[in-house]
């Protein structure tokens, strides 16, 4: 939404190559700074913003994913990633279940740090591409391999359609899903589904991954989706994260969904998140951290503002005359609009890791008029939930093309 204060934040985060640290470390250390980098390139453009930050991000990416000597992230015997050794929280869900049970951190891996990881490797690769770093991106396609080969390998569950934590002997190699108690998996929720964000499971693995989350028995509720499947023995009520909603995970999920094609879904999240955090502010006028899946209710700090901008952000992609949103996977270049926004043009390449699919991309355009939309001269689905907005179906390729929005 702010292009300035979108670089300012991702460069905060991030030091110049050779530097003491390979980071800003300050709280949980998931990707984040590199997924808002995409977004900035996405909104921008900007060839020198690309090139700036990118050598920093490479530096963060390779610390965190263990090709730094002094790293301790990677698993030697499974190659799966995990940062306890820097923080105790893997995804920032402080009471999740079985990060919250776990005594003896050090030879399990959770699944979202693996998972956010090859998002990020994705990302890079994409930004590596548009830069020339042919060799950078053989790197990131040996790790994108790798860490999927491993999630899909050891962390799987085809009983519960869940990935697991997966512990591991002394010598770090894999010896099966850590369980609870009842010998079910521990691991239901949204670190469970989290490989959704990466894309890199079967399509009937992630079909039951989407399942699970739109399901009011498990993940769905009222008020958005529950950090813990409702219908699993450890989900509790009265917990912080456990029983309750929160929305930057949710925003992930959104852009999982945008990218899988699943554009009514996607849709589903982004609303039901604005009405509940306007319901809670017309009531309260307070800016909560999480909202109580019992109760419907905001809690927390009451000041949390940070835990806003995923609201901010879905509503401009959804209202904002303007603005332009993708999942992870639809990159742009010479992105246009014409000065009364009833036209609009853009030549978008893809990530081209996964077997060809469709994607979904929001454009909010004048709503004054109707549109038409082609790719590459040809006719494609659009839908319009409200005048101006249009949710566009790009038709199954990897292949780049142009974007065409006109007036009709």
Known sequence: MD???AFECIRAYTTPVGSESAFIHHGTPLPIQMYAYYDLWNNSQSKEALQ???PRLKQFFDFMTGKNPYSTTRMKGSGLLRTWDYFYNSGGWDDYPPQHALRDKASVTPVVTSAYYIRAA????????ELGFKKDVKEYEQTIKQLSNAL?????????GYFGYVMHDNDGTPKGLYRYKDGSNFNKGLDGVSPLIANISSKEQTDRMISH???PNEMWTNVGISTVDQSAPYYSTAGYWNGAVWFPHQWMVWKALLD???GEKAYQVATTALNTWGTECKESYYTFEH???SSQRGAGWHQFSGLSSPILNWFAAYYRIGKVSTGFEVWISNSQFNVDNTQY???IAFDDSTVPHQRTILVCMNPEKDYQVTFNGKVVESRVYHQGLLEITLPSTNKSGKLTVTSI
């Open 3 to 5: 292009i300035t204060k």
């Open 52 to 54: 700036f930050l990118y």
């Open 122 to 129: 994705k990302i890079l690769r994409l930004a590596a591409k």
């Open 152 to 160: 899909l390998t050891y962390s799987w569950d085809e009983e519960t």
């Open 213 to 215: 989350v739109f399901s």
């Open 260 to 262: 899988l094609g699943e």
């Open 291 to 293: 909202f109580i899946i």
């Open 345 to 347: 043009q853009a030549e």
